[in-house]
């Protein structure tokens, strides 16, 4: 049975958003807190390959052609899925599972900003101004819309890539 639009890029989504979410419990599990470590370039990795992956699969499903555009959807359309899916994760690693989340990416940050030569008054206001905005519903907006905006600049290049354009005269326009 042939999934439909919709279906295949949730289902994608979840798939990716599910290797994602294991690679995020491990770094936390690590004490790394996604701080500028190899779990993040792995991160990135998974999920690029993953938007590959899944936009070459909807291409399979669909007859062996897809448009840029259409790649270019049906990525945003996955990374949508995603979207949702990890900032529903983040806040509950951050509210259930480990309160004491913020608390240590505080910590860590504060940290990371002495290391590279800011002042401490510095650092500081750079926290002051970052805890303001550490409310779980602006947390989970911005993660949502900040992934979105990623996806769509990876989404743009990797479009490029997975397209495959039907050249032969006889067939329909669908691909034009």
Excluded: C
Excluded at 37 to 62: D, K, N
Excluded at 65 to 78: D, R
């Amino acid at each position: 049975m042939k999934k439909s639009f919709f279906q295949s890029a949730a289902t994608h989504g979840l798939l990716i958003g599910l290797a994602l979410i294991i690679l995020s419990l491990l770094d936390w599990s690590l004490g790394f807190y996604g701080l500028n470590t190899p779990f993040s370039l792995l991160t990135y990795v998974v999920f690029i390959g993953g938007l590959v992956w899944s936009a070459i699969a909807y291409r399979q499903q669909t007859g062996g052609y897809i448009s840029y555009g259409q790649a270019f959807g049906y990525s945003i359309t996955v990374a949508a899925v995603y979207a949702v899916l990890a900032a529903v994760f983040s806040l509950l690693l951050m509210q259930v599972i480990d309160p004491t989340y913020m608390e240590n990416v505080w910590a860590l940050t504060e940290e990371t900003l002495l290391d590279a030569g800011m002042s401490q008054a510095q650092v500081d206001m750079v926290m002051e101004m970052s805890s303001k905005i550490s409310h779980p519903a602006i947390t989970f907006i911005s993660s949502v819309f900040g992934t979105l905006l990623v996806s769509a600049i990876i989404a743009l290049i990797t479009s490029a890539i997975v397209k495959k354009v039907n050249t032969n005269p006889f067939a329909g326009g669908e691909n034009l």
